[in-house]
């Protein structure tokens, strides 16, 4: 398995620019996480799926941000328009709930930098 | 509402000297518990993971985590650090009772070791 793919690995923008993230899941995983991760917050939870629903969007900073899951293996994070505090890595990672391993497994993140 | 606490923000250490990192957690029912390591500009990876049985764990890369359920701890030891244990390490906590596999993150503990 080629495990949790994130695209692109890195991603230099304009402000006011839209930035769309995209994230494989590992097959048969049925969950999957947005996360943030800065030198001031740490990682911040900003959404998950189960089941390619989302479940908890409470940490999506504003309504700038935006995610979909349109089917098991896919999903995207967008940010329109983008500030230059959005700067971050952004990871994804995706976990099978249906096993007694909750244990995620990360892709690779993409590291954001708005100009 | 469940957290997780890790206390020590940033430890320097010498090559070969003992690891031990805090991790306390909140949540009064059964958890899984878990430790990750980022690597200096890679993605989280698991080191070792907790769900029943012997409270002594041992991970990868001869890491080892103790839960002790009284204290609601489930500290991060190694007898001898190596220069390339340098990274970021990362509690975690799902509580038992959630079917989503959402996992909260501490704050992580930046551990630099000298050579």
């Known amino acids: 398995d080629a495990g949790v793919i994130q695209s692109p690995r890195h991603e230099v923008t304009e402000m006011g620019q839209e930035v769309t993230l995209r994230c494989k899941p590992i097959s048969g995983h049925n969950s999957l996480f947005w996360y943030r991760q800065t030198m001031m917050r740490g990682l911040e939870l900003l959404i998950y799926?189960?089941?390619?629903?989302?479940?908890?969007d409470s940490g999506m900073p504003e309504d700038r941000f935006s995610a979909k899951m349109p089917n098991a293996s896919f999903s995207t994070l967008k940010i329109q328009p983008s500030e230059p505090r959005d700067s971050a890595v952004y990871f994804c990672?995706?976990?099978?709930?249906?096993?007694?391993?909750?244990?995620?497994?990360f892709g690779s993140g993409t590291r954001l930098t708005v100009v | 509402a469940q957290s997780v606490s890790q206390h020590n923000h940033h430890v320097i250490l010498s090559e070969a000297a003992s690891l031990e990192l805090g991790c306390n957690y909140s949540y009064g029912g059964t958890v899984n518990l878990f430790w990750y390591v980022q690597y200096p500009g890679q993605h989280l990876q698991l080191l070792l993971k907790y769900f029943s049985g012997d409270p002594l764990v041992k991970g990868i890369k001869g890491f080892e985590a103790e839960f002790i359920k009284s204290k609601f701890s489930f500290n991060l030891r190694k007898p001898s650090v190596q220069w390339s244990d340098t990274a970021e390490y990362f509690c975690?906590?799902?509580?038992?009772?959630?079917?989503?596999?959402?996992?909260?993150f501490g704050q992580g503990t930046t551990l630099q070791v000298k050579p």
């Open positions: 799926f189960n089941n390619n629903v989302p479940i908890d």
């Open positions: 990672a995706s976990s099978n709930t249906g096993l007694l391993n909750y244990g995620y497994t």
């Open positions: 975690a906590v799902n509580a038992g009772s959630s079917n989503t596999g959402k996992l909260i």
